[in-house]
Every structure is written in C-alpha cells, then in structure tokens.
C-alpha cells in the first residue's frame, strides 16, 4: 500500500485541465491508498469557507467520495489558502494538520508542512505570514463581505508578483524564494526526524544531506501548473513522480 503526498495544485477555474486532472488522480490511485496528504496550496486563492466557487465545491465533493471510500484525507494550509477553514474541511472530509507536523509513515518519524516556514530569508513574506495567520487578523479579514476578500486577494497576488519580480531584478529571486539551508538545518535536529517533506518553493527534488552527522533526506513536491505532481511512499522507499 502506498501514502500519496500532494501540494501546491493551485486549482482555480483559469485551468480547469489541472482540476480534471486532479479529479482523475482522485478517482483513480488515490482509491487504493492508505492515506492522501494535501501540503498546502490546493487552491490558487482562498478568501472564505463562504466563497461559492465552482472549484471549491467540486474539489469538495472529490475529497468527500474518496474520504468515504476509506481512503482518509489530510490537509495542511498553504500560503494561498491559509484561510481554508474547518467548514470547508468538514465539506471536504478532510482533517486539518498544523504546520508542521510529524506524523509516522510506515515505521518513520517524518515531518511534513508546506514549506514556507523553512523561507526564512524572505523577511518581508515572513511577516506578512505573521500579520496574516493571527487570529484577530483573520477575524477581523473573514467579517468582510465576499467582494471586498476576493478583491484584496487579488491585490494580494499583484503584490506578491511584484515583490517577487522586484527580488529577480536584483538577483536574490533564487536563493530568497528557496528554504534557508540554516533553517532546514536547524529543523532537522529540532525536530528529531530524518526526512521532511514539503512544497511552496516549486522545486520538485530528493535532497539527500547530511545533518548532525546523520544521512538526512527533504523532499519538496512539485507544482500542478503544467503537469501533476506526486509523491508516492511505502515500506520499500519513496518516489517523486509526475503526472499528466
Ligand atoms: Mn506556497
């Protein structure tokens, strides 16, 4: 038996091939796994549990069919959709996990999260992380009417273009955007555990390194822009693969 590690999808009806392809992939191997692990970024945007959206409602009814079919659904928010809340998880049949969390994987201790935490150069998206995961925040954020959350996310993403369009002209795109070595680092020996699986940076690889004098492994999950993405692990190891 297999457990599926997925992010980063960013599903929104401007591709609506990706969505299928998900639909796919959830119909499809996801039935015969032990469990399916959603690391953040399933969705492009997320202003509200309350945001009637035709993706949100079939990506829903999706996760719902293969929660009921035995299969159980694990979701950690991502930076888009940090606001995805316990309604929709409820709609979804999905169970929502901190970031990060250590969960044991067929014997092993192994941590997984989204991966924006261990981007710690990026000083400015850290803060605005901050601002926006307090609660007061998001109270005082959720309280808005629906336009007014659709409109500020899309502001959200133009200034997130251009921070990152202003991070490539001087040079740091490569290394900001990416985790901090130091970070990943400290988070291996803080933590304990000997692999970290991850997205955000939407850079799909097995990173084998050495921390503390132990062989360690952090695998980052690849993006849906193109193509689907998909880790598969069992008894015997694990495999980064791409779908299509
Ligand atoms: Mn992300």
Known sequence: MTTLFISDLHLD???????????RFVRGEAREADALYILGDLFEAWVGDD???DTGAFVASELKALGDSGVPVFFIRGNRDFLLGADYAARAGMRLLPDPS????????????????LCTDD???????????????QAQFLAQPLAARLA?????RAASKAHQAGLKDDGRMETITDVAPDTVAETFARYGIDTIIHGHTHRPAVHALEVGGRSRTRIVLGDWYEQGSVLRVDRDGMQLQTLS
């Not at 000083?123 to 925040?137: C, D, E, K, S």
């Not at 500020?152 to 959200?156: E, K, P, T």
């Open 123 to 137: 000083v400015a998206y850290q803060q605005f992380r901050a601002q926006t995961r307090h609660p007061a925040w």
């Open 102 to 117: 250590v969960i044991v994987l067929y014997g092993q201790p192994v941590l997984i999260g989204h991966g924006d935490l």
């Open 13 to 23: 009806a401007e591709r609506p091939q990706i969505t299928e392809l998900f639909g």
């Open 152 to 156: 500020f996310a899309q502001q959200a």
């Open 51 to 53: 945001d009637p959206s």
